[in-house]
């Protein structure tokens, strides 16, 4: 809902002037071949993500809001929250604003766990095993700066790249 509730294509005309591309996942479109182009595109649709967030039962209260969002971000990151917090406000979703120095960032997404949304840019490298693994799989879960600092787990994921790393054909 959240994804749908957020108008990347706004983000990148106006937060960073055209000069970037959507992304639909965490790897590249650059890195060709491990990139999956027919992956589930969430598009802006802010009246299905109102849908969706009533379905799974987060109604809006009296004064319009479904829930709250803690977000930490450095500076370089505040044209792009602060456009995310005007797209939510809109679903019924508060974010509230915390911008911090670049360290505290990374203390407080990786370290202390204190935030709900939070970005960070890492770069793909020429294999996912190098710059993309490290924020997904479920062994890097932890006090680790630059690891998988949202505590996703998913076991097919964890799979996947062990068996990746193992493999010598590309294809496969």
Do not use: C
């Not at 960070?120 to 932890?142: A, M, Q, Y």
């Not at 998988?148 to 054909?169: H, I, K, M, P």
């Amino acid at each position: 809902a959240l994804a749908h509730a957020i108008d990347k294509k706004y983000i990148v005309d106006k937060a960073v002037f055209g000069k970037a591309t959507i992304a639909t996942g965490p790897i590249s479109h650059k890195l060709k071949w491990t990139y999956n182009p027919t992956v589930t595109k969430y598009e802006h649709d802010t009246a299905l993500a109102e849908k969706m967030l009533d379905e799974a039962g987060y109604r809006r209260d009296s004064e319009g809001v479904r829930f709250r969002l803690k977000a930490v971000y450095a500076a370089q990151y505040a044209k792009v929250f602060e456009i995310m917090h005007d797209q939510l406000k809109k679903a019924g979703i508060i974010l509230e604003m915390n911008q911090v120095e670049f360290g505290a960032m990374v203390d407080m997404a990786y370290i202390k766990k204190d935030f709900d949304l939070s970005i960070s840019s890492f770069e793909n490298g020429s294999d996912p095993d190098i710059g993309v693994k490290r924020t997904l799989v479920s062994s890097n879960i932890g006090a680790i700066p630059f690891s998988n600092g949202a505590g996703y787990r998913n076991g097919r994921v964890d799979e996947l790249f062990e068996l990746a790393a193992t493999e010598t054909d590309r294809q496969k």
